[in-house]
């Protein structure tokens, strides 16, 4: 066993034995740091999803590069005037006023110019952030010879955090979740129909400044959770994954808020055993696991779900297309081969759609022929009178050209449910009556 394979086992060994005290209160500051890490990611989540709908989630990301000027500002004047700035708020006061400062130019650029607001956010983030650079440049080169740990800013670092930050960071946190769930209707209203809200007289503006006060408070209050590079992610990536899982708002809400708690606390419990990884990278890290994870496997939108749906519904339309054909033979008198006739499936694929049709009763084969059996034949009478009657109201109410009907009918007739197939017969019923 090498030098790497046992100090992997020596990382995991550990984990598994300090990673349930830090969930049950034994390892006590670091504990307070993991709850609000999850509080953290919670009233991300939540803002996030807003955020999201809105289209704000790159002014989020402009707004937490815009903070770094603000906290070296902060030290600087602070440091000048004698103040403790490193303990305090005096710090996350600045680099609120810088957040709020650069969504404020974004909006100046994109309404008072003829730039869109992509480029105003692009405009915006690389000069703060240059500013900031600048900033950190002067801290580094004055009397104290250090950054006084304003580096822990821009990756985050959660062991460097005390029990009073991450209280600080917390309350932040419950502020957000119930400023968000107090203005839960106004925030869908307008992120959803921003027309609709202006012309029944809401306050649209008002409610994008809002949003815009969340996203610099949620910003700040990551800043030593994640830093202000990635406190981006935290914003974006539970929504993104949350909406994989569900189409309705409450539910997406609610799993984003679950997804960004379970990511920053997980991430910073993982930060904390392992002290050598940047925080911040390692909550995003764990997000973006949750992301693929949901990306992947989610029921209706993942991934594999979609393939899976493509693959029934190419078999369904294939098996289909045989029992209509088998049952056009049938209705002639014959037992087709699968060989000579043209539109049944051969080789390989024709195998496996007839003992899919033999498994479901709908086929039998007899030598090298095939024929219906009676419930085959029944499934075929239901699919031919499907295509007859969506052919009947294409030519009849749609205006389609005859030669153009076929392969609209192709598309749809298997995916006709009763309903429907019983009001086009009204339909049809109607039109022959009143012919």
Not at 12 to 23: A, D, G, N, S
Not at 32 to 54: C, E, P
Not at 82 to 103: D, F, K, M, Q, S
Not at 252 to 281: C, E, F, K, N, W
Request: with cysteine; glycine share 12%; hydrophobic share 50%.
């Amino acid at each position: 066993m090498n030098a790497d394979t046992t100090s992997l086992l020596g990382i995991l060994q550990k984990t598994i034995v300090e990673l349930p005290k830090l969930f049950t209160g034994q390892a006590s500051n670091t504990t307070v740091v993991v709850v609000a890490s999850g509080l953290f990611g919670v009233a991300a989540g939540l803002v996030g999803v807003f955020a999201l709908l809105r289209k704000r989630s790159l002014t989020a990301d402009a707004i937490g590069h815009a903070t770094l000027p603000g906290v070296a500002g902060a030290f600087i004047v602070g440091t000048m005037l004698g103040v403790p700035v490193r303990e305090g708020p005096w710090l996350l006061v600045g680099a609120a006023l810088a957040g709020a400062l650069g969504a404020w130019m974004i909006q100046l650029i994109a309404h008072r110019t003829r730039l869109r607001e992509d480029a105003a956010i692009g405009i915006v983030l690389s000069v703060f952030f240059g500013v900031g650079v600048v900033l950190l440049g002067v801290v580094q080169n004055m009397e104290s010879g250090t950054q006084g740990g304003l580096a822990t800013f821009i990756f985050g670092h959660t062991a460097s955090m005390l029990a009073a930050d991450a209280r600080a960071m917390g309350f932040i946190a419950l502020f957000v979740l119930i400023v968000t769930f107090v203005l839960r209707k106004q925030l869908t209203l307008v992120c959803f129909n921003d027309t609709y809200a202006r012309a029944t007289g809401w306050p649209v503006q008002i409610v994008d400044l809002l949003l815009l006060g969340l996203i610099i408070v949620v910003s700040v209050a990551g800043l030593r959770a994640v830093g202000l590079l990635l406190v981006v992610a935290m914003i974006t990536i539970p929504p993104a994954a949350a909406r994989f899982w569900s189409d309705h708002l409450g539910r997406i809400v609610a799993i984003s808020a679950v997804i960004g708690g379970v990511s920053g606390s997980i991430g910073t419990a993982m930060s904390a055993l392992a002290p050598g990884r940047p925080a911040g990278a390692v909550i995003v890290l764990t997000a973006g696991s949750l992301f693929a994870l949901s990306m992947l496997c989610a029921p209706r939108r993942g991934i594999i779900a979609g393939a899976v749906g493509r693959v029934r519904s190419r078999v369904r339309i294939l098996t289909d297309h045989t029992i209509e054909t088998l049952w056009e033979h049938s209705e002639e008198g014959t037992s087709p081969n699968i060989g000579p006739v043209r539109n049944l499936p051969h080789g390989i694929k024709g195998r496996l759609v007839f003992l899919l049709l033999r498994v479901r009763g709908y086929v039998r084969s007899i030598g090298d022929a095939y024929m219906l059996t009676p419930a085959g034949l029944a499934e075929g009478a239901r699919l031919n009178r499907n295509h007859r009657l969506w052919s009947a109201y294409l030519t009849t109410h749609a205006d389609i050209a005859p030669s153009h009907v076929d392969w609209s009918v192709d598309q749809v007739e298997h995916v006709l449910s009763d309903e429907l197939v019983q009001k086009l017969e009204r339909i049809v019923e109607l039109e022959d009556a009143g012919a």
